[in-house]
């Protein structure tokens, strides 16, 4: 079957813009999880969905950033008012219940 | 949270075999020892994981000390493909631990 999709690949944009992150993850898979790293640099986790549980967003750097998922499928992570430092590749996860997590291929975003 | 350690780099020509190691001396008895790769320019890649018995499958072994306080991937013929870096994490059983972090893990130069 299909694996985690995201889209976009890449994201150019501008300093100040708000930015959208799609995640498609394996289907019947009902954790999802977003990360994000730098050039360079380990894993930084950013948020964690499970089922119909309230989300762990323990990891989000600012309240610049949020993240839904609807209908228990598909997630979206918003940036607002992007800053150069929020320069990274941002990997979306998906796991069967708590287990091996599969990752997609990531979304590189540059902010300018 | 438990840690692990492991070289910075190492190096192995193609078609021989590749023993990656990795330092766990502060594993729980609920710790299940997961291995992840991550090619260039890729997300990260799930490549085996294991609790006390080794483990194979398609993609490598895994070989864990009988005190499991360190464990040892095994490519038995490198590939130009398994150039990647390699994570070596632990994982809780109740997966409470979810929040993958990858540290610098090991980057792996297969020469042709």
């Known amino acids: 079957g299909a694996g985690v999709s995201q889209s976009p690949s890449n994201k150019v944009t501008e300093k100040g813009k708000d930015v959208e992150l799609r995640c498609d993850p394996i289907s019947g898979h009902t954790a999802l999880y977003w990360y994000r790293q730098s050039l360079g640099q380990g894993l930084e986790f950013l948020i964690y969905?499970?089922?119909?549980?309230?989300?762990?967003k323990s990891g989000l750097p600012s309240d610049r950033f949020s993240a839904e998922r609807t209908g228990g499928s598909v997630s979206t992570l918003t940036i607002q008012r992007t800053q150069q430092e929020d320069s990274a590749v941002y990997l979306c996860?998906?796991?069967?219940?708590?287990?091996?997590?599969?990752f997609g291929p990531g979304t590189r975003l540059l902010v300018l | 949270d438990a840690k692990t350690t492991q070289p910075n780099s190492m190096e192995s020509n193609e078609e021989e075999p590749v023993h990656l190691p990795c330092n766990h001396s502060t594993i729980s008895g609920t710790d299940y020892i997961h291995w992840y790769r991550q090619l260039p320019s890729q997300g990260p890649e799930y490549v085996i994981h294991?609790?006390?018995s080794n483990v194979n499958n398609r993609m490598a072994s895994l070989a864990i000390a009988e005190d499991r306080k360190s464990s040892t991937l095994i490519l038995h013929r490198a590939t130009l493909r398994d150039a990647a870096v390699y994570y070596c994490i632990l994982i809780g059983r109740g997966g409470s631990n979810y929040k993958l972090t990858f540290g610098k893990g090991t980057l792996l130069t297969v020469n042709p």
């Open positions: 996860a998906s796991s069967l219940d708590v287990g091996t997590q599969y």
């Open positions: 969905f499970q089922g119909n549980s309230a989300p762990d």
């Open positions: 294991g609790l006390t």
